[in-house]
């Protein structure tokens, strides 16, 4: 089980380039995996992205490359000759017409940069692809390893909080007999009191009770909740990644509690399902940031 946030770092280098790759992970419903680097290696993108992605399944992640050369840099020197002519013969009708003294030399038309440049050879990005995937290999398993530990948190307090919300659901599976119970002996009272001095039809007092006793069933409601509640509990121990179905069935339960809550005529188990419904938004908050 793994935390969506996290933060990975590596650096590698070969005798010629050091990258430095950096990794941040922060919550997001699918995988968003945003890449910045040297515009030369974009070629490289899709395979930078089909890396990322044969670790994680959701989450933003943010991988910053930054590259830095260590041998010397390949350069290569340009010389434009056409512009070099035309610069020359453009400064003698300059001179010739304007009766200046001096000489047109090499030096002079040097001055000019267009006419001879030195620029830097680009690295071919396929050569640096080994160096670079295994710079963002160990870049991935340490960002990896912190949202497996946040993960385990995570899973920790998560099971705290179903235990939590069973105890409750086993108390009020415990409280609605009581209930119904303390309601048909509230009625026998009320009706022997209104009706002293008369006969009574206690069948009719009972069909009453019954009646009570369906309109406020919810034992179909506390069966399906626990259900719901072992399968969030196997749900935590699977290596996958468990965050859509987790948030589902944290829905079906917060469904269930909310049926009982209407159905319920008794102020324990009113109580108890205020309790639930309280760990219920803590949980949802933590599974939020569950991959």
Known sequence: MQSMTG??????SDSQFHFTVEMRSVNHRYLDIVLRYPRIYAPLEARMKQLVSAYFARGRIEVAIVQQTLGTEQREITLDQDLA???????????????????????????????LKIEEVDTDAESVWALLAQGMEQALQALREMRCQEGAMLREDLQTRLQTVSGYVEGIRQRVPLVLEGHLQRLEERVAELFQNYEFDRDRLHQEAVLFAERSDVAEELTRLESHIQALTRLLD???????????LLQEVNREVNTIASKSNDAQISQDVVEIKSELERMREQIQNVE
Request: glycine share 10%; no cysteine; hydrophobic share 35%.
């Open 7 to 12: 933060y990975g770092r590596s650096e590698i």
């Open 85 to 115: 002519q035309q610069y020359y013969q453009g400064l003698q009708q300059l001179q010739e017409a304007l009766r200046l003294p001096g000489t047109i030399d090499l030096g002079l038309l040097l001055t000019q940069r267009e006419i």
């Open 238 to 248: 699977l290596p996958d990644a468990i965050g859509r179905k987790s948030e589902f």
